[in-house]
């Protein structure tokens, strides 16, 4: 994750919108625990909404929709698994035990990160994450 | 190192490459680390094992006090000895630990065997008076033992019942409503297909290394499935399609050869039921 300045300073509105996109996946996270595609909702319904924003809210909504895009196969394969163990006749055994305890660090670190980032971004600076934040840089073009 | 950024593309690698390179160290992380905490035995760590064996001795203890009140055992050593000796000589041949098998007779007209958790075995008298010989009870007791070592009775009673509430019901908070639903539930209702399939192949397998007739399972299923079905034929009501499971396992033996050794014989094997006789009225 690197913390820098952006190319132009974002004025308030646009930080505090900015912001809110990981602040929807992080409230999304706690009430999407159960059904991992609830995260990804919240932030694409945000995404959506600001679609059409300044490049810095827009740049940030995206980095948020990937990073949610990211953890749902993880998450997913976690949540179903889960369930074929309790509703079919798959037992629990150590491969099950270290992924759900691999998806919950991954989680604890994007859960961190996003908190982190939300907090920067809101303050007008600006962070890209490992990864999500190149694919954003791919997707999301300079106007 | 250079620091590669949308409004800065000189003197930096492809974007893609670095993505390509990012996204595989990611992957690496994920996997190493899954594949690092896989390697320890959890399952020993947090006593899983442990637990669910002990959830399954208290069920099993809860559920057989409650069926032995309800029904009355038969303790006669006429009926014991002859059913414990072809009990031993199944386990003796077949890889099942003896000891572990709780079997109980219970004074019952029904037409019934049925497996609780920790291992009891539960043999109605009605069903030992409906078979004909000693292999076809040996058929169905290894048609039961079969559920018992596959470990399908603790995972049906899970399914059934939901594992909160055996939790529940071990911890002593169990009404005897769940504890009566939960011996109904394994005493009345067939498992799923594939485990009683897979039941009915083990049986056979264990007949034949018993030196036993397992053409025995087969023509007790068809000829009680043949006939009208009395409220009394439970283990056979309770087991659905017992025609297609006779003929399931014709398939599987024919053409093969069987040593057919009696284990007690048939003059032991009338005794025994003259025994339930005397011990039902």
Same mark, same amino acid.
């Given at each position: 994750m690197t913390d820098e300045r952006f190319i132009n300073a974002p004025a308030e509105e646009e930080a505090e919108k900015a912001s809110n996109s990981y602040l929807?996946?992080?409230?999304?996270?706690? =009430? =999407?625990l159960p059904l991992p595609i609830i995260n990804l909702l919240a932030t694409l319904i945000f995404y959506t909404g600001n679609r059409k924003s300044t490049f810095f809210v827009k740049w940030h909504c995206t980095q948020a929709l990937f990073s949610q895009l990211m953890a749902l196969p993880l998450n997913s394969a976690c949540f179903w698994w889960t369930i074929s163990i309790i509703f079919t006749d798959e037992k629990i055994g150590s491969n099950y035990i270290a992924y759900a305890i691999t998806v919950i660090a991954f989680n604890i670190v994007e859960f961190i990160a996003t908190m982190h980032t939300a907090i920067a971004v809101r303050k007008g600076r600006h962070v890209e994450w490992w990864f999500v934040g190149g694919l954003t840089n791919l997707i999301v073009k300079a106007p | 190192m250079v620091v590669c950024r949308w409004f800065d593309q000189s003197n930096c690698e492809s974007p893609m490459k670095k993505l390509l390179t990012e996204f595989i160290l990611l992957a690496i992380l994920?996997?190493?680390t899954w594949y690092g905490l896989s390697r320890i035995d959890w399952i020993t760590l947090f006593k899983i094992d442990r637990a669910s064996a002990d959830l399954e001795q208290k069920i099993g203890d809860l559920l057989w006090k409650s069926l032995k009140t309800s029904e009355g055992e038969i303790t006669s050593d006429s009926v014991l000895l002859p059913v414990n000796i072809l009990l031993d000589h199944l386990c003796k041949k077949n890889p099942i630990d003896r000891e572990k098998i709780k079997i109980h007779v219970? *004074?019952?007209?029904? !037409?019934?065997?049925?497996?609780? /958790?920790d291992n009891h075995l539960v043999i109605y008298s009605g069903l030992l008076l409906a078979c004909q010989n000693e292999s076809e009870f040996c058929g169905v007791l290894s048609h039961e033992l079969a559920h018992i070592q596959k470990g399908h009775v603790m995972n049906k009673l899970v399914k059934e019942t939901g594992l909160s509430v055996l939790i529940s019901m071990s911890t002593g908070n169990g009404n005897s409503t769940i504890v009566k639903k939960a011996i109904e539930q394994l005493s009345s209702t067939a498992y799923d297909r594939k485990f009683e399939t897979e039941a009915d192949l083990t049986a056979v397998d264990y007949m034949i290394n018993a030196e036993m007739d397992p053409e025995a399972l087969a023509n007790f299923l068809y000829r009680l499935s043949d006939e009208s079905l009395p409220e009394q034929l439970y283990w056979i009501s309770t087991h659905p399609e017992s025609k297609q499971r006779s003929v399931k396992i014709m398939e599987v033996i024919k053409g093969r050869t069987f #040593? *057919? !050794? /009696?284990? !007690?014989?048939? @003059? *032991?094997?009338?005794? @025994? #039921?003259?025994? !339930?006789? #005397?011990?039902s009225e």
């Open positions: 929807m996946s992080l409230i999304a996270f706690v =009430g =999407g | 994920f996997f190493g219970l *004074k019952n007209d029904e !037409i019934n065997a049925f497996a609780l /958790p #040593q *057919k !050794i /009696p284990v !007690i014989g048939s @003059l *032991k094997w009338t005794a @025994l #039921q003259n025994a !339930i006789r #005397q011990n």
